[in-house]
């Protein structure tokens, strides 16, 4: 069974860089084909895709924000990080992460499955 | 800027079929772009529909449809259920490797 949980700290200050965990289980990121994405949604607004670490250590970032944004990863440990700097009450948002999978075959593709239940985050000074 | 559409809001009656479609600003969607679609309940997490346009996720009954319809990507709900009464977005990836979410659809069951 695939599980995804999504930790860090409540309440960050403006200016502050925000660090997220995700720590998963039933699937290993030494895996090929297997992925983590971060996704966000802020209060009664829309999912915004953040970031994704793939198995062999390619990274990707939303083109808005990937000036701000690093994603890493420990195998060992079934965990991946997102950390976020300089913070903005903007930034006010649940995130999620989510189990990635690339598709091999004669067309390849990648595909978010399964999601954790998110952590809420508020910047306020 | 890419911007992907959908529609604020529809309403179905319970029964009843309901196609919500995803659109780009800038172009068609196709294939090209595998979209993937997600249900989303208040305060819950996101979960899985559809992914690469018709195939459905573990457990999602057949009454979800995926396709291509014209320039957009469209998600069907054949024979409505009140627990479908949810917000509904739909994600395309992009070369690059980067997703973009559209606005989200709520849909209402009445």
């Known amino acids: 069974q695939v599980t995804l949980r999504e930790s860090g700290p409540a309440l960050v200050k403006p200016t502050q860089t925000l660090t997220l965990t995700c720590t998963f289980s039933?699937?290993?990121?030494?895996?090929?084909?297997?992925?983590v994405s971060w996704s966000r949604q802020p209060p009664g607004k829309a999912l915004e895709w953040l970031a994704r670490?793939?198995?062999?250590?390619?990274?990707y970032y939303s083109t808005s924000l990937k000036t701000r944004l690093t994603i890493s990863k420990d195998t060992s440990k079934n965990q991946v990080v997102l950390t976020m700097t300089n913070v903005d009450p903007v930034d006010t948002a649940t995130y999620f992460c989510?189990?990635?999978?690339?598709?091999?075959?004669?067309?390849?593709?990648?595909?978010?499955?399964?999601w954790g239940k998110g952590t809420t985050v508020t910047v306020s000074s | 800027q890419t911007v992907v559409t959908q529609e604020p809001s529809f309403s179905v009656s319970p029964g009843g079929t309901v196609t919500l479609t995803c659109g780009l600003n800038?172009?068609?969607?196709?294939?090209?772009?595998?979209p993937s679609w997600y249900q989303q309940t208040p305060g819950q997490a996101p979960r899985t529909l559809i992914y690469?346009?018709?195939i459905r996720s573990s457990g999602v009954p057949d009454r979800f449809s995926g396709s291509i319809l014209g320039n957009k990507a469209a998600l069907t709900i054949t024979g409505a259920q009140a627990d479908d009464d949810s917000d509904y977005y739909c994600?395309?990836?992009?070369?690059?490797?980067?997703?973009?979410f559209g606005g989200g659809t709520r849909l209402t069951v009445l």
């Open positions: 989510a189990r990635t999978i690339r598709n091999y075959g004669s067309d390849y593709y990648y595909y978010m499955d399964v």
């Open positions: 039933g699937f290993s990121l030494s895996t090929s084909g297997m992925c």
């Open positions: 670490i793939d198995w062999d250590g390619d990274k």
């Open positions: 800038s172009g068609s969607v196709s294939t090209t772009y595998y």
């Open positions: 690469r346009t018709t």
């Open positions: 994600v395309l990836y992009m070369r690059g490797g980067t997703w973009v």
